[in-house]
């Protein structure tokens, strides 16, 4: 058994879209970012590639690389599944938190999870939201921010 944590920002502006667990949210703004900015994704591939020794994202894509602009956070977790499985890992469960002011994640939750649960083949994914009481970068409206923790069995 191994244990992964991740974490991951993104600024808002208005004019971008906001994609979170590879599922678009209405919203006033959106992520600023060189991949699609799915902090979320970006997050739980962080928590399975530490699990793993793997390193982290930045170091398997960086934003340096112009093939990974506007990249799709979905390609970056089926290729981070399949770093670990190539290392003789499988998921077990991840859990996870945004943060964000607004809108309400409530309506969206579930058809993330259900998004997410698909692409890892593990229906054990928790998604929780939470503002931060209208304080600092994520409750002024500035920003996003995602933690995921995991559970790898090897
Ligand atoms: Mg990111």
């Known amino acids: 058994m191994r244990i992964g944590f991740g974490y991951d920002v993104h600024r808002l502006e208005e004019g971008h879209d906001l994609i979170l667990g590879g ?4 919203s006033e703004k959106g992520t600023l970012a060189h991949s699609d900015g799915d902090v979320l994704i970006h997050a739980i591939c962080d928590a399975i590639l530490g699990a793993a020794g793997l390193g982290d994202i930045g170091h398997h894509f960086p934003d ?4 990974n602009k506007n990249l799709d956070s979905v390609k970056i977790l089926q290729h981070t599944l399949k770093l670990i499985h190539d290392a003789g890992y499988r998921v077990i ?11 309400k994640l409530a309506p969206h939750i579930e058809e993330m999870k259900q998004q997410l649960s698909r692409i ?5 994914v928790s998604i929780k939201a939470t503002t931060t009481e209208k304080m600092g970068f994520v409750g002024e409206g500035r920003g996003i921010s995602a933690y995921a923790a995991v559970l790898l069995e090897g």
Do not use: E, R, S
Request: with cysteine.
């Open 93 to 103: 469960n991840i859990d996870t938190t945004i943060c964000l002011q607004k809108p």
């Open 120 to 124: 890892i083949q593990n229906d054990a």
């Open 23 to 26: 599922v678009p949210v209405p």
């Open 64 to 67: 340096t690389d112009p093939a």
